[in-house]
C-alpha cells in the first residue's frame, strides 16, 4: 500500500488544541448528538448527507469531513457545518483549503495523507462513519471503521466488491452497526424482516430471491455496437439521478447493478441464483424482496439519494429528508423489463466475477476503473469498457490462487491488476 509522504501528519490552527466550533459543543461533550464523520464530503452523497444533517442540526453534529480534489467545496462544507476535522491528500490540498476557508473563524484541525483518513475513520471522535468516498480508494477508511466498532453507512461499493469477506467478518467481529445507504441495497434492507443492521438481517430465512431494480440508463434503447461513439457528456446524462461521473458511466454499462449484486450477496447472504436485475426504467421502485409464499415486498421512493441517507441515519427512527411526497397518479404507470445481456456486456462479467470468487471481484473492479478513467479522459471508447474488464477477468484466471485475507494482500491483488490492464495498451 503506499502512502503519500505526509501520510498521517496532522496540521493545526494557531493552537495546539482543536478549536471549539462556535455554538458547537467539543466531540462527545454532548450525549444528545450524534457526531458524524463523512469520508468523500464533497461527492453527491456526501452533500446529499450534509443536507439531511442540516435538517437535524439538533440530533447530528458533524465531527469530520474529508475530499481529495474540491478543496474550496470542503472549506465551505467545513465553515458552514463547523467541521471539527478536515482530511486532505497531501500538503499542496492543504493550503488551498486554508486560503478557501478564511479567517474569521478558527481552522478545524487538518490532517493530511492516507494513513490520516484511515485513522479519522477509526477516531472515537465519532460515532457514525458515512463511507462515500468512490473505488478502492477508499477500502482501507471503510475497513478502519469496520475494525472501530463504529455505525457505518456504506456507499463504497469496494468495501464488498473487493473485500466482501474481510469487510463483513471486521463488522461481525468488532461490533460495528451496518447501514446500506446505496438506494437499491437500503430498499432491500428496509423490505427484510425486523433487523438491527445488515450485518445481521440474513435474507435465507422465507427469503425466495433478492431483486435489484436498474434504470438501463441513459442507452437502455441502443445497441452495445452502436455506441463506439459515445462521448462522456452523453454517458454521464443520467435520465433519473444526479450523480459524479464515474458512477454514471458505470450505470450507463451496467456495471454498477453488477457491482451491486456482489454487495447484496455479502450483505445479505443470498447466493448468486437468488439475486436478480430487472430493468425499471422510472426509478420508482428501488429494489424487491419475493418471500417464499409469493409475496413481494418493494419499497417506492422518487430517486433521490436523501431517502436512504436519512433513513439510516435515523435508523430505526424516520426523518423529514427534504424529498417531496411521490405522486404515483402522476406517474401513471411502472415498466419492467429483463435486462439485455448483449447490450450490457458488464452486468454479464460481473455475475461471472461473482461466481467465481474474491480475486475475479477485484480484478473486475480495478479494470472497470481504470477503464472508466480512460474514457472519460477521451482515451478509450465507450465500448472497449467491457472488452478492458473481460481481458482483466482472463488474466485472472491465468494467476495463482492466493489468499485474500488481508488488507494488504486484497490492495496488492487490486494494483496487480491495474498494472495488467494499463501495459494491455486500451486504457494506457
Avoid at 214 to 239: I, M, N, Y
Wanted: glycine share 8%; net charge negative.
Amino acid at each position: 500500500m503506499t502512502m503519500s509522504p505526509n501520510a498521517g501528519r496532522a496540521v493545526r490552527g494557531e493552537t495546539e488544541s482543536v478549536p471549539d466550533r462556535e455554538g458547537l459543543p467539543a466531540a462527545g461533550a454532548s450525549p444528545q448528538r450524534e457526531t458524524v464523520i463523512i469520508l468523500g464530503a464533497t461527492g453527491s452523497v456526501g452533500e446529499s448527507t450534509l443536507d439531511v444533517l442540516g435538517r437535524h442540526a439538533g440530533r447530528f453534529q458533524v465531527y469530520a469531513l474529508s475530499a481529495r480534489t474540491r478543496m474550496e467545496r470542503l472549506a465551505a462544507q467545513a465553515r458552514q457545518h463547523r467541521a471539527h476535522v478536515v482530511v486532505v491528500p497531501d500538503d499542496a490540498a492543504r493550503e488551498r483549503f486554508e486560503r478557501a476557508y478564511g479567517t474569521d473563524l478558527p481552522l478545524p484541525e487538518i490532517r493530511v495523507g492516507d494513513t490520516a483518513l484511515a485513522e479519522t475513520a477509526a477516531d472515537p471522535g465519532g460515532h457514525t462513519v458515512v463511507a462515500a468516498i468512490v473505488g478502492a480508494a477508499g477500502l482501507p477508511a471503510a475497513l478502519a471503521a469496520a475494525n472501530a466498532g463504529k455505525r457505518i453507512l456504506l456507499a463504497n461499493k469496494e468495501a464488498l466488491v473487493a473485500a466482501g469477506g474481510l469487510f463483513m467478518s471486521a463488522a461481525r467481529n468488532h461490533g460495528a452497526q451496518l447501514l446500506p445507504i446505496d438506494s437499491e441495497h437500503n430498499a432491500i434492507f428496509q423490505c427484510l424482516p425486523v433487523k438491527t443492521d445488515a450485518a445481521t438481517a440474513c435474507a435465507a430465512s422465507g427469503v425466495r430471491r433478492l431483486v435489484l431494480t436498474a434504470s438501463g440508463g441513459p442507452f437502455r434503447r441502443c445497441h452495445w455496437k452502436d455506441l463506439e461513439a459515445v462521448t462522456p457528456a452523453q454517458a454521464c446524462a443520467h435520465p433519473n439521478w444526479s450523480m459524479g461521473r464515474k458512477i454514471s458511466v458505470d450505470s450507463a454499462t451496467m456495471v454498477n447493478k453488477g457491482l451491486e449484486v456482489i454487495e447484496a450477496y455479502w450483505l445479505f447472504g443470498m447466493s448468486p441464483e437468488r439475486i436478480e436485475v430487472l430493468v425499471h426504467p422510472q426509478s420508482i421502485i428501488h429494489s424487491l424482496v419475493e418471500y417464499e409464499d409469493g409475496s413481494m415486498l418493494a419499497q417506492l421512493g422518487q430517486p433521490d439519494m436523501r431517502i436512504p441517507i436519512a433513513h439510516a441515519l435515523g435508523f430505526p427512527d424516520r426523518l423529514a429528508n427534504g424529498v417531496g411526497p411521490l405522486d404515483l397518479a402522476r406517474h401513471g404507470r411502472l415498466d419492467f423489463e429483463p435486462p439485455d445481456y448483449e447490450r450490457f456486456p458488464c452486468l454479464a462479467l460481473a455475475y461471472a466475477a461473482l461466481r467465481d470468487g474474491q480475486g475475479a471481484c477485484i480484478a473486475l473492479n480495478a479494470a472497470n476503473e481504470v477503464a472508466v478513467a480512460a474514457f472519460l479522459e477521451g482515451r478509450l471508447p465507450y465500448t472497449w469498457i467491457s472488452r478492458v474488464i473481460e481481458a482483466a477477468l482472463e488474466w485472472h484466471g491465468g494467476q495463482a490462487e492466493q489468499a485474500l485475507d488481508s488488507l494488504d494482500a486484497v490492495l496488492d491483488y487490486d494494483l496487480r491488476a491495474r498494472r495488467y490492464v494499463a501495459n494491455l495498451g486500451l486504457a494506457a
